[in-house]
């Protein structure tokens, strides 16, 4: 199979390799998916960077964890009706070396999940691990109907899915973003109220939106950008859920606030939560996504399997709307350096 790969950590340009290498073969409990479409998350340029995520986990490693495919091969054990299946699969190349920027990829069953036939390829792709962050950061401890949620980020990818999950949870959605561009994008996703987080009167506007109440329920996606606002803004016993910290690593947290409120902050890793809890979220966004077949899956680009050194570029510049995506069943050429 064609494939994408790197040796080293390091610079798109300098380490990602494309190839030929050997199509995978499920073992027991898994499936292989011919992939058409794989997804290029910030912690997948990340790992491949060594930022954040020191040290090689394996000798060669296939980046990139999201995608969506068709399973063309069963593994000893699995139903014989999952063959054939269009699906979507996250945390390919978590614990794993192989990831999804690659023609083929054999996974456990249980990462998979059925594609509607209304979304194409892409957009599959772009579920993964934004959406199920999106998902249990919003309903592991039940409904939210009612609810003022505050979404920190929400033209990011995770932000974008919690937006339309909260709406469609039937709660009153407020979002962050940093430019009209992105407000618009957040607007579209449902948000009843944008706000540019930067302006010196972000926090009365966020208070304004709940009628001076305070949100009960934050989604955040920098836990120390963010802090400062959402310890002004959250009501008494609200929710903080943040599942990214930014560039920083260590934060003061005003603990008086914390516990004059009755706030609970918790953190998110989704790679750490049990899979009972994943398959929960699996099966929720499948609903929502028979209950809203029109959602956005926002797509910022595509780019052929060739050219994913461009679509790692892509997300590391920091200017996406949207999901960088690479197409797996285009591969063409020689093997040589990727570029």
């Known amino acids: 199979m064609k494939a ?18 050997p199509t995978p073969q499920p073992a027991p409990g898994e499936v292989r998916v011919r992939l058409h479409a ?20 394996f000798p060669r490693i296939i980046p990139n964890s999201d995608g969506a495919g068709v399973i063309d091969k ?18 390919g190349q978590r614990g794993r070396p192989f990831g999804t920027a690659a023609e083929y990829i ?35 401890r039940g409904a939210i109907q009612g609810k003022y949620v505050l979404i920190t980020g929400g033209a990011g990818a995770v932000g974008h899915y919690a937006v339309q999950l ?15 561009r992105k407000a618009a994008h957040a607007a579209a996703g449902g948000a009843d109220a944008v706000i540019d987080y930067l302006a010196p009167d972000a926090a009365q506007r966020i208070l304004d ?16 950008v963010n802090s400062g606002l959402c310890f002004q803004v959250a009501a008494s016993r609200a929710q903080w859920v ?71 570029q892509a997300v590391e510049a920091g200017s996406k709307l949207g999901t960088v995506v690479v197409r797996c069943d285009t591969a063409q050429g020689d093997s040589d350096r990727a570029r």
């Not at 000893?76 to 945390?91: A, E, I, N, P």
């Not at 909260?166 to 009209?180: C, L, M, R």
Request: aromatic share 8%; proline share 5%.
């Open 242 to 312: 943040s599942y990214a910290s930014g560039a920083g690593l260590e934060q003061a947290v005003p603990l008086v606030t914390l516990i004059r409120k009755n706030l609970c902050l918790q953190g998110l890793y989704l790679p750490g939560l049990p899979y009972e809890m994943r398959w929960i979220a699996q099966e929720g966004l499948s609903r929502w996504m028979h209950d809203v077949p029109d959602a956005i899956h926002a797509v910022d680009s595509v780019f052929d399997l060739r050219d994913t050194v461009k679509a790692h």
């Open 74 to 91: 069963l593994g000893h054990g699995v139903d014989q009706k999952m063959l054939g299946t269009r699906v979507w699969l996250h945390f």
């Open 166 to 180: 909260a709406k469609w949870g039937g709660a009153h959605v407020i979002a962050t973003t940093s430019s009209e």
């Open 106 to 140: 054999c996974v456990p069953h249980e990462l998979t999940s059925p594609l509607p036939e209304h979304l194409d390829f892409a957009q599959g792709a772009c579920l993964g691990i934004p959406a199920m962050t999106a998902y249990i950061s919003l309903f592991q």
């Open 38 to 57: 794989s997804a290029v998350n910030p912690a997948d340029a990340n790992r491949r960077a060594g930022r954040m995520h020191g040290g090689m986990e």
């Open 209 to 224: 939106a709940t009628h001076g109440q305070g949100v009960d329920h934050i989604v955040d996606v920098n836990a120390i």
């Open 4 to 21: 994408i790969w790197y040796e080293q950590q390091g610079r798109a340009e300098d380490v990602l390799a494309f190839g030929d290498l």
